[in-house]
């Protein structure tokens, strides 16, 4: 039972477009969603986080945006990069440190 | 400030074989975390320790086991090991742990099972 889903496997845009990745949970104890982006051979790292009691969070050029009653989330670039091809991978949280993924949106920005 | 470090960071092993990997939270640090990245299911919990206790544990067998020390450092280890063995198995750490604080992540071990 996949509690998290990321149903696109992979994204390509134009530099200086818009992303914008997606993710649906099904679990209603989550309250707290997290965006990670992963390079080959690295670890994921942290990008932007959002709490339930929010319905966006914004940071330079990411933002999130959480829709509670959809239970849907999306992450936005603008303007999107080439050094932000990575794989994008959703997570969300309910009630511990427990992290439960997405399997990840691969994110072409083509120069 | 030095991130998550995991060492070592490729490993080979064979069936059978039990190995045990090494991971050195961000300083100031007390919540670490594992999990395991396979192409099929993705990233999966482990488990978290805190205080040297384990404090939530994921859907895994037995084989799979870790510890925490005084200086949140923490191991991994898994015995008898099998070819799904075969994964990236990366650690975070956080703060404090639970809800709302993220977590940070080291490069991983690779861990090939021959």
């Known amino acids: 039972d996949q509690q998290v889903k990321q149903n696109s496997p992979s994204l390509s845009v134009q530099e200086g477009r818009i992303s914008i990745l997606n993710c649906d949970y099904t679990?209603?104890?989550?309250?707290?969603f997290l965006w990670y982006k992963k390079y080959p051979a690295e670890g994921p790292t942290f990008l932007i986080s959002i709490s339930s009691i929010k319905d966006k969070n914004e940071d330079g050029r990411f933002t999130v945006f959480l829709n509670k009653s959809a239970k849907h989330l999306s992450l936005h670039i603008v303007p999107s990069q080439p050094g932000d091809s990575a794989v994008y991978f959703c997570?969300?949280?309910?009630?511990?440190?427990?992290?439960?993924f997405g399997k990840g949106t691969k994110l072409t920005v083509n120069p | 400030k030095a991130g998550v470090t995991q060492t070592p960071r490729y490993l080979i092993k064979t069936r059978g074989q039990q190995v045990t990997l090494s991971c050195s939270p961000i300083?100031?640090?007390?919540?670490v975390s594992w999990y395991q990245q396979t192409p099929g299911q993705g990233l999966q919990f482990l488990f978290e320790?805190?205080?040297?206790?384990?404090?939530n544990k994921g859907n895994f067998p037995g084989r799979f086991s870790g510890r925490q020390f005084s200086n949140s450092r923490s191991e991994m280890n898994v015995s008898t090991l099998e070819l799904g063995d075969s994964a990236l198995y990366l650690c975070?750490?956080?703060?404090?742990?639970?809800?709302?604080?993220?977590?940070?992540f080291g490069d991983g071990t690779r861990l090939s099972i021959l």
């Open positions: 320790y805190f205080s040297e206790t384990q404090r």
């Open positions: 975070a750490s956080s703060l404090e742990g639970g809800e709302g604080q993220p977590q940070h």
């Open positions: 997570a969300s949280q309910g009630g511990s440190e427990k992290l439960v």
């Open positions: 679990n209603s104890m989550f309250d707290y």
């Open positions: 300083s100031g640090h007390r919540s």
